[in-house]
């Protein structure tokens, strides 16, 4: 009997990880607005049934790859959280830029104009807060802060956008090293 609920868990991983696959390919090519079920379902080459079984459509499956990566972001971010010297802030940037990475297809997907505009605002937002307002305290006043923050988190995710875009053709280490010095004063 366990083996059985082991063997449903396998199977349910592997059906949810084909079609955020094949939902991410998908998208490569247009807009989520533009992509039905049975489009996700012939790539994947699973039934109509077995995707609701998992998901209510195609935004529910999108939202779910959204949390996941805003997820994981989040918690590698939270053990940066107290350190703000140079080598902390490149060691978090290495980490970030590593999962990245990792899953540079799925996340090429959200921060591409195929991808949905809340995700990228979240992601904004969460990274402003959580990370760059802090590192310019005390550099800025706090409505120079705020707009130094923006500036660097946008540019950032265009500079991330533009290294996927490219393969990563840049070194992880690199990369990192070349973020600290972008935003050095």
């Known amino acids: 009997m366990k083996n059985d609920s082991l063997q449903d868990s396998r199977k349910t991983r592997y059906t949810k990880m084909v079609l955020r696959n094949s939902l991410t390919e998908l998208m490569k090519e247009k807009s989520i607005l533009?992509?039905?079920?049975?489009?996700?379902?012939?790539?994947a080459d699973?039934?109509?049934?077995?995707?609701?079984?998992?998901?209510?459509d195609q935004y529910d499956l999108?939202?779910?790859?959204?949390?996941?990566t805003i997820?994981?972001?989040?918690?590698?971010?939270?053990?940066y959280n107290e350190d703000d010297s140079k080598s902390g802030i490149i060691g978090m940037l290495e980490e970030l830029l590593r999962y990245i990475?990792?899953?540079?297809e799925s996340i090429q997907v959200l921060l591409s104009e195929n991808g949905d505009i809340n995700f990228q605002k979240k992601i904004f937002g969460f990274?402003?807060?959580?990370?760059?307002?802090?590192?310019?305290?005390g550099k800025f006043d706090e409505k120079t802060q705020e707009y130094a923050s923006i500036f660097t988190v946008h540019g950032s995710i265009g500079?991330?956008?533009q290294w996927l875009k490219n393969n990563m053709d840049v070194p992880v280490s690199e990369m990192a090293r070349l973020f600290v010095k972008m935003t050095q004063r």
């Open 34 to 43: 533009r992509i039905s079920i049975k489009d996700i379902c012939e790539l």
């Open 46 to 56: 699973i039934s109509r049934s077995t995707f609701y079984a998992h998901y209510k």
């Open 62 to 68: 999108l939202q779910h790859i959204q949390e996941e």
């Open 71 to 79: 997820a994981n972001i989040e918690k590698l971010l939270e053990k």
């Open 101 to 104: 990475a990792d899953n540079g």
């Open 127 to 137: 990274i402003r807060h959580k990370q760059v307002m802090k590192y310019f305290t």
């Open 159 to 161: 500079l991330i956008q």
